[in-house]
């Protein structure tokens, strides 16, 4: 069985060991490829000012967080859904992964360790090099829904990345689509699977005649008793 928590975090700026701090995890459980349904979801009191950037850009003030606990409160929690056993998976995995370090070492917590670390990032650079790869253009490459992502938010990112995700890794099967509408969508597609198991779109390779008549050749001329040209037996016979 492979368990793998997708997850996500927001953060009072880009640098922990300058003041920065957690203020929001979500995480999305996945078990052999497949979402569970079970997810984890934090705000957490970052015990500063939230500055205008990082405001700008998950909506997350001080005086919203300041009412939910620190993340010394919330730790043991978060690291139990995780689990000894859980790969995480994260888009520029090195953020979020250091953040939570940070903070889980500064409680004298575990901290996570790289051999169970999934990057989509480097996945998707690796597969589409040059182009754009955040969460946005990604989502629009394999058509996901993200109208819904108007700030972010860890829940709704991580839950973006683990479609995403499942993308990069091969596409998802019929029973690992996220909604009924998706459902539909593939079951009248018109697929083929591969070698594999995957379902994917069928290709049409068209010849041309003259394609054709070079194959034919090729068949008469350069292979010697092939099997495919002998006359066929009849059936039954005594």
Known sequence: MVREIVFDT?????????GDRLVEIGAVELINHVPTGKVYHQY???QREVPEDAFKVHGLSYDFLKDFPTFDQIVDEW???????????AHNAKFDITFCNFEQKALNKREFTW???IDTLEIARNMFPGAR???????????IDNSNRT??????DAELLAE?????IGGQEPAMMFDEKKKATQQTAEVQFGAEGKVREVRHFPLSEEEINIHNEFLQNKIKGAIWLAEPEAENKQ
């Open 115 to 117: 051999d169970k670390v």
């Open 10 to 18: 927001e953060t009072t700026g880009f640098d922990a060991d300058k």
């Open 44 to 46: 957490i009191n970052p």
């Open 151 to 156: 700030k972010h938010g860890a829940l709704l």
């Open 79 to 89: 690291l139990d859904f995780v689990g000894e056993d859980g790969i995480l998976v």
């Open 133 to 143: 790869v955040n969460l946005d253009a990604l989502c629009k490459r394999f058509n």
């Open 164 to 168: 995403v995700y499942l993308q990069l």
